[in-house]
């Protein structure tokens, strides 16, 4: 699967997905820190990309219709946020989704 994690997520949790086999860009590491979540969104689609975050702005599906990227993957992560349970949200979310076209569709991750 092609993913894009966004800066929220950074570059200890695209290894993760990398060693899962899939392929993996960071906005940190295409310089899209700061972009627009309708650039983010516009530059993954363009690549063929789901996007990964922990961005909620991103689950309006008014404001952004899920079929008009290549997918949109909203982790709901519970406070205290630590990097063991961002891990442990983006393995759920790998887990699930092996075997599934996501594109046009938004996912919602909690592990609460």
């Keep these: 699967m ?7 997520l950074g570059e200890r949790h ?16 295409e310089n899209l820190c700061s972009a627009s979540d309708a650039r ?7 690549e063929g990309r789901v996007v990964v975050t922990m961005d909620k702005d991103l689950s309006n599906t008014v404001r952004f219709p899920p079929r008009d990227y290549s997918g949109i993957v909203v ?7 630590t990097t063991r349970l961002i891990a442990r949200s ?3 979310f790998l887990d699930a ?4 076209d996501l594109t ?9």
């Design 2 to 8: 092609k993913l894009k994690l966004d800066e929220n």
């Design 97 to 100: 989704a092996s075997d599934v």
């Design 75 to 81: 982790l709901r992560i519970p406070e205290p946020l």
């Design 14 to 29: 695209a290894e993760t997905a990398r060693v899962r086999g899939h392929d993996v860009a960071t906005v940190v590491g």
């Design 40 to 46: 983010l969104l516009h530059v993954a689609h363009v």
């Design 104 to 112: 046009g569709r938004l996912s919602v991750v909690d592990v609460s």
């Design 90 to 92: 983006i393995a759920v």
